[in-house]
């Protein structure tokens, strides 16, 4: 330090003429040792911070890390019950409007019943009158024969009133079975119509999958000969690439001659009627698809004998975009034959629908069954009446009663207790209950309406208990199992999430779809209502209490994976040992403790030892503050953006979790 001061006085000393000439030589003798005056302290560590590489950083945690698998599904009822008459009369009451809260066995309808009610006093008074008869017949010895005619007009009145509850029963016998008989005829109908339906959504799925992922593959593999033989167009030919030309000019060719007949043969099934016309257009498809390699593969081996031209080279740039042209078709009939497998899917459904509804209008006969034992019924208490009325009559010639009076009275009054008990039940049908207790969906008649036999009025679904049907794939199912919990979200219930569970799992999948039937229980809520779309997330992983970072903090290298972890503001690289993973966040084994502060963003410009600074590097895209680099700068080639998504070899397990 002195002998900087001795230099700064003798600089200061020399002439004008000679100072610049001595400041030179002591500013190269001082320099090592010496400050310029006026330097900032901090100069030389204002140097290392503006070397420092920005990254954004997280907090490794403990926490519980999920995978799940997603199912989706409407919600639906457990009990879906449509409550329909029994007889045919005027709706007198029904319940209240749709969402009316009703309990198993409490009346939904009642039907007009004052014509059945007095029929119904008619026939207990008859009763009475009977059973006094038998009575004064057990008891009464030796009437006249004016008290036997008495008994004559009784005994007429009850074949009279036998008579007409026989006409009263065939009458309605006929229209129940008239009834009944329309209802199948609609129901196998509709059947009929859904069977055609799903059999023309069948002839309209265009190929298999197995032919599609083929054609696909193959014309890939075109895409990849045309772009080869542009390369090599551009490059020039060998003697190698001549006999490889001329092998895939007769490999094409072959291939053309393979697809030519395969597309003749069916073209002749088609015409027998074994094929559809669908597959003739797979078939077609593939012969032009070879034909486009053949002229491809020719142009190749031209291209090879004669040498590269502008227009040679333009020609397989053609090649190259027509055979991508055909592989764009192919994915486009991919996806056709996705959207005709749900047509169909749709249809045997409705097909399924139209069965159960013929099975319903079968399962109806029973109506038609005890219509026609009531008519038995009611003839058996005719032929009792009659044969009282004989009775009764040989009675007139008699002076005094005889124990064949007792027994024609007892008949009679066996045939009033019938009659009063097929018009009690009767009544009874005229009261109409619930049969489930929930809550009424939807009123399908009114008051003052005739409800025919069979007719649906009220709709009622199960108010405690809701589910809702999901499809899971045949690598998945094996890891759902019934009681398992579901978090489960509906739609029309945003923001709010319901704790369901695994059901069942139907035995059998669908043989097309290769999927599996999960029905999944929803807890009951006001909000959620039959008919809403649900999602939800079935957990079969679960890694609790265990060290988890964001995926972004992952670089990939050679035998795994790596992170950096900062310690006092310099990034330390560590090899991690991964867990299991999900969409954002993966468990780490090895390599990472709790609380660790790991670089998630920005890893693409650091080393081990590398100096950092953290920064918000979400606004990357905006411009610079001076003297500061940008991301994309200490990044070339948008090295910062693929560190940031976690590197390019980054795990990428399905995500079945949030």
């Not at 100069?43 to 945690?61: D, F, N, Q, Y």
């Not at 998945?476 to 398992?484: A, H, K, S, T």
């Not at 411009?623 to 953006?641: D, H, K, L, N, Y």
Request: hydrophobic share 45%; with cysteine; net charge neutral.
């Amino acid at each position: 330090m002195a002998l900087c001061r001795m230099a700064r006085v003798r600089l200061r000393a020399l002439s004008a003429v000679g100072a610049a000439v001595v400041a030179v030589t002591l500013v190269v003798f001082l320099a090592p040792g010496c400050k310029r005056p006026g330097a900032a302290p901090g100069a030389a560590k204002g140097g290392e911070e503006e070397k420092a590489v920005p990254v954004e950083t997280a907090r490794a945690v403990r926490d519980t890390v999920k995978r799940t698998i997603e199912v989706t599904g409407t919600i639906q009822a457990e009990d879906d019950v449509n409550v329909a008459s029994v007889t045919t009369a005027r709706i007198e009451w029904m319940i209240g409007k749709e969402g009316t809260r009703v309990s198993a066995g409490q009346p939904v309808v009642r039907l007009d019943s004052k014509d059945t009610r007095a029929n119904l006093a008619q026939a207990q008074a008859q009763l009475k009158a009977a059973e006094a008869r038998l009575v004064q017949a057990k008891k009464t010895v030796g009437l006249t024969d004016a008290t036997a005619g008495s008994g004559v007009e009784q005994a007429q009145q009850a074949v009279e009133t036998a008579r007409a509850r026989l006409q009263q029963a065939e009458l309605n016998q006929s229209l129940i079975e008239k009834q009944t008989n329309e209802a199948i005829a609609q129901a196998q109908t509709a059947l009929v119509v859904a069977q055609a339906s799903a059999r023309q959504a069948e002839e309209a799925i265009p190929q298999t999958t197995e032919a599609t992922e083929a054609s696909i593959a193959q014309a890939e593999a075109a895409i990849g000969a045309a772009e080869a033989q542009l390369a090599d167009l551009k490059r020039g030919a060998r003697s190698q690439q001549r006999r490889q030309a001329e092998e895939a000019v007769n490999q094409a060719q072959l291939n053309v001659d393979n697809a030519q007949r395969e597309l003749g043969r069916l073209k002749k099934l088609k015409e027998a009627g074994a094929v559809s016309q669908s597959t003739v257009d797979a078939a077609q498809l593939s012969y032009d698809v070879a034909s486009s390699q053949l002229a491809s593969a020719k142009q190749a081996l031209s291209l090879t004998e004669e040498g590269p031209t502008a227009e040679q080279i333009q020609a397989a740039a053609q090649n190259v975009a027509a055979a991508k042209s055909a592989r764009d078709a192919l994915l486009a009939n991919r996806r056709l034959y996705t959207q005709r497998q749900e047509d169909l899917n749709k249809a045997r459904q409705a097909v399924a629908q139209a069965e159960s509804a013929v099975r319903v209008a079968e399962a109806n006969r029973t109506q038609v069954d005890s219509a026609a034992r009531e008519v038995l019924a009611a003839r058996a208490a005719l032929a009792t009446a009659e044969s009282g009325l004989r009775l009764s009559e040989a009675s007139r010639v008699r002076v005094n009663i005889s124990e064949d009076d007792v027994s024609a009275a007892q008949a009679s009054v066996d045939a009033a207790r019938a009659a009063v008990s097929m018009l009690e039940v009767e009544l009874s049908k005229r009261t109409i209950t619930s049969p489930v207790s929930g809550v009424v969906a939807q009123r399908m008649a009114d008051p003052g309406e005739v409800a025919n036999f069979g007719q649906a009025l009220v709709r009622i679904v199960t108010s405690q208990i809701l589910k809702f049907e999901a499809t899971v794939s045949e690598l998945e199912i094996g890891q759902v199992i019934p009681g398992m919990p579901v978090e489960v979200t509906v739609d029309g219930v945003p923001g709010r999430t319901f704790e369901g569970k695994v059901l069942t799992l139907h035995p059998a999948g669908d043989a097309q779809s290769r999927n599996f039937v999960v029905e999944v229980s929803v807890p009951r809520d006001d909000k959620i209502k039959p008919g809403m779309f649900a999602s939800g997330l079935v957990p079969v992983e679960v890694a609790e209490n265990a060290v988890a970072i964001p995926k972004d903090a992952l670089v990939e290298v050679k035998d795994g994976y790596k992170v950096f972890v900062v310690e006092a503001d310099v990034a330390k690289e560590r090899k991690v040992v991964l867990g299991l993973q999900n969409r954002n966040r993966v468990v780490v084994l090895q390599g990472v403790n709790a609380g660790d502060e790991v670089v998630v963003s920005g890893q693409a410009s650091l080393s081990d030892g590398t100096p950092i600074k953290r920064a918000d590097l979400s606004a990357s895209s905006s411009p610079a503050a001076p003297g500061e680099a940008t991301p994309s700068a200490e990044a070339p080639g948008g090295a910062a953006e693929a560190a940031s998504a976690g590197g390019p070899g980054a795990p990428k397990a399905k995500e079945e979790g949030r």
